[in-house]
Nanobody, 118 residues
Framework: QVQLVESGGGLVQAGGSLRLSCAAS????????MGWFRQAPGKEREFVGA????????NFADSVKGRFTISRDNAKNTVYLQMNNLKPEDTAIYYC???????????WGQGTQVTVSS
């Protein structure tokens, strides 16, 4: 069992930056693929990006490529989402999630709100 807690959300102006954190409790954090997702009002939840177990490989949705990065510190059981050059369309609740097998996500955090003003 893994429990995930996101933090770092808030209100930022367009063009600004935020860094979200996701702290995991439980065992074997380094064995999970970690992902970030978001859900804007009235929209379906969408994939933002993911980082593989070792931290050396990431992938991102086209909408955030070049602006967002993901990193992880397996010693601290934490994954980060660095968001730069934020746009109003990035406004959403951001969730982190953990996947044991690298396909479906098994555990989810409660989410953190990110609001980007124009």
């Amino acid at each position: 069992q893994v429990q995930l807690v996101e933090s770092g959300g808030g209100l930022v102006q367009a063009g600004g930056s935020l860094r979200l954190s996701c702290a995991a409790s439980g065992r074997a954090f380094s064995t999970y693929v970690m992902g970030w997702f978001r859900q804007a009002p009235g929209k379906e939840r969408e994939f933002v990006g993911a980082i593989m177990r070792s931290g050396f490989s990431t992938n991102f949705a086209d909408s955030v490529k070049g602006r967002f990065t993901i990193s992880r510190d397996n010693a601290k059981n934490t994954v980060y989402l660095q968001m730069n050059n934020l746009k109003p369309e990035d406004t959403a609740i951001y969730y982190c999630a953990a996947s044991r097998l690298g396909k479906d996500y098994d555990y989810w955090g409660q989410g953190t709100q990110v609001t980007v003003s124009s």
